[in-house]
């Protein structure tokens, strides 16, 4: 079975299917743009609501999978666009024919540059054919090529993470892990920049005799990080002719100013443009809860809305990875000895606590946090007592109510204050500052 591709039978069959692949490729391109424009918002709203509660690992593999859904978008809506325009030019053909110059009776100096530079129209259709197969195929292609990107700056987090940062590194011995990290980490990083400039340049490094052999060993290795192996027949036979060299070089220019056009916006002062965070003089929209559009979250602290009409403030923190670390700088007994904050899988269940030492421990990790996390009108400290609880948008976090009966009425700004331990002082910092109006009823 395997060697049914020597089979003349089997290149028939072959022969066939590229000449009718043009039915097959908009049909692919119909319901993938269909579905790519579908999952979009979601997935972007997704990515926003991941960054916003500092879910890294979520973020990570959402933008690369918002990024790939944008390059398919484009490369195939471009196919499709092509595509119609190859089918117009089939039905004109079949109408018209070639191109007949004499017909045109046009100047022998404007014939002969026609001639030269149009062409038959047979080509003009060939040219269609050519674009539109080498287009639909490389769609595909770049998305490996981005999942490479994301692989390999993966794997320069882990070598970080497990070898060089002495809180995570899985050597106890630090001289070890330094000897071996270190190594590690210059080898991939020189490594991925060689791979990229073997890449732009279409392969100089392996047309060089002796750099060949040097370059050899780190191919075969970012050859299994990137997953090569998968699309390396694409590559080469997109490098092994001279119009799919173009065409992949061309898309290059193309993808940068996009990202550049779309980055592009009109700024109306020098001063406040682009994400500005709450302060004394800056009210974000992020941190009131009435102000949320449908795919907008709160940035880290939310209060009901900017003018307060009732006697009381609802508060409310995001839960974010640091938390944790927060709780546990102040009391280490919780730290556990096994840290699954990350990805996880709910579908194996290792866990073995009891119920009552589980709420026990939650109990004394709401006292840690309370005493950490303090409230602050003006300059005046108000009694909290903060919660688990949900936002109106299903954001996880901490909640609590101040009671505002003796403020005066006015502007005012609610401080959330954090104690932390620096060099074994504890001080006490701002975590967050959000202005409100308080008009009573």
């Known amino acids: 079975m395997s060697q049914d591709y020597n089979n003349p039978a089997f290149k028939k069959l072959l022969q066939k299917l590229q000449e009718e692949s043009w039915q097959l490729e908009l049909l692919i391109s119909g319901f993938a743009i269909f579905g790519l424009f579908t999952a979009f918002p979601h997935i972007s709203v997704a990515a926003k609501a991941a960054e916003n509660d500092e879910k890294i690992y979520s973020f990570i593999i959402l933008i690369v999978v918002l990024v790939s859904c944008a390059i398919l978008i484009f490369n195939l809506m471009l196919h499709v666009v092509l595509r119609g325009v190859w089918i117009g030019a089939l039905g004109l053909r079949y109408v018209s024919g070639d191109i007949d110059y004499e017909e045109l009776n046009y100047s022998e100096k404007f014939t002969k540059?026609?001639?030269?530079?149009?062409?038959s129209f047979d080509r003009y259709i060939a040219k269609l054919e050519n674009?539109?197969?080498?287009?639909?195929?490389?769609?595909f292609l770049l998305i490996f090529y981005v999942?490479?990107?994301?692989?390999?700056?993966?794997?320069?987090?882990?070598?970080?993470?497990?070898?060089?940062?002495?809180?995570?590194?899985?050597?106890?011995?630090?001289?070890?892990?330094?000897?071996?990290?270190v190594p590690l980490m210059i080898f991939i990083v020189i490594g991925m920049f060689l791979t990229f400039f073997d890449f732009l340049t279409l392969g100089w490094l392996k047309k060089k005799k002796w750099i060949s052999k040097i370059y050899?060993?780190?191919?075969?290795?970012?050859?299994?990080?990137?997953?090569?192996?998968?699309?390396?027949?694409?590559?080469?036979?997109?490098?092994d002719n001279k119009f799919g060299r173009r065409i992949s070089m061309a898309l290059?220019?193309?993808?940068?100013?996009?990202?550049?056009?779309?980055?592009?916006?009109?700024?109306?002062?020098?001063?406040?443009?682009?994400?500005?965070?709450?302060?004394?003089?800056?009210?974000?929209?992020?941190?009131?809860?009435?102000?949320?559009?449908?795919?907008?979250?709160?940035?880290?602290?939310?209060i009901d809305s900017r003018v307060i009409t009732n006697n009381h403030l609802k508060v409310f923190m995001v839960l974010s990875d640091n938390f944790d670390d927060y709780v546990f700088s102040f009391n280490e007994g919780l730290k556990p000895e096994k840290d699954i904050r990350g990805l996880d899988s709910d579908a194996i269940i290792m866990n073995t606590m009891s119920w009552?030492?589980?709420?026990?421990?939650?109990?004394?990790?709401?006292?840690?946090?309370?005493?950490i996390f303090t409230i602050r009108i003006d300059s005046v400290d108000y009694m909290s007592e903060f919660i688990v609880s949900k936002s109106l948008k299903e954001q996880k976090g901490f909640e609590t109510y101040i009671g505002l009966k003796n403020l005066t009425e006015g502007k005012h700004l609610l401080k959330v204050m954090r104690k932390r331990i620096r060099k074994k002082d504890t001080q006490n910092r701002r975590y967050k500052t959000i202005p409100f109006w308080y008009y009573p009823n």
């Open 113 to 119: 540059y026609l001639k030269k530079k149009v062409g």
């Open 131 to 139: 674009y539109c197969s080498i287009i639909f195929a490389i769609s």
């Open 147 to 181: 999942l490479a990107f994301t692989f390999t700056i993966i794997c320069i987090v882990l070598i970080a993470r497990l070898l060089l940062d002495n809180d995570t590194s899985i050597i106890s011995n630090e001289t070890l892990s330094l000897w071996i990290g």
């Open 216 to 239: 050899f060993p780190i191919y075969w290795v970012f050859s299994k990080i990137t997953l090569a192996f998968l699309y390396r027949p694409l590559v080469y036979n997109f490098l």
């Open 252 to 302: 290059v220019p193309i993808y940068i100013l996009i990202l550049v056009g779309t980055s592009l916006g009109y700024k109306t002062s020098n001063y406040f443009n682009g994400d500005l965070s709450s302060s004394s003089i800056i009210a974000s929209n992020g941190n009131y809860e009435n102000m949320l559009g449908e795919d907008d979250f709160i940035d880290d602290v939310a």
């Open 356 to 371: 009552g030492k589980r709420d026990s421990l939650r109990r004394a990790y709401m006292k840690t946090l309370n005493e």
